[in-house]
């Protein structure tokens, strides 16, 4: 979580304990907004690099298989707030990245994060400034 400045504010990591990346990827969505929510933030711009899980809280139906995160994602959204869900490319989202690589290693549950290490410091400022990387596409 950042300021508007692209300050660091609060950040989490978690370890599910298996499953599909889209559970993840929701799971995350869920943990992001509780925790801006804890913090008093009122106007949220969320960004994911995951085209799937922004469609499924646009578009999934009861019956989908994670419907009933989708529907914890939507009940959030309907709090007294304003929050903007953006897809992002993965190259632009390298601290999420980060995080959720290290959540493997540690124990289940979410973990908040107070201060980044140095290692999320770095991904941290090169989000922050725009950092480039290629993108490589099959024509």
Known sequence: MRGSDGR??????????GG???R???AGIVYGLDLAWEQGVRKVILQTDSS???NLIDKAT???THFTQVAEIR????RNWTVRIDHVFREANFD????ASVGHSRSI???ILDRPDTKFLYWLLFDRVGGETPRFVRA
Not at 8 to 17: D, E, H, V
Not at 75 to 78: A, S, V, Y
């Open 52 to 54: 799937t899980a922004k």
């Open 24 to 26: 993840a990827e929701l």
């Open 109 to 111: 549950g979410v973990h």
């Open 96 to 99: 999420a990245d980060y995080l």
């Open 20 to 22: 599909s990346i889209t």
């Open 8 to 17: 660091f504010l609060k950040a989490f990591t978690a370890n599910l304990g």
């Open 62 to 64: 009861p019956r989908h």
């Open 75 to 78: 009940q959030r959204l309907n």
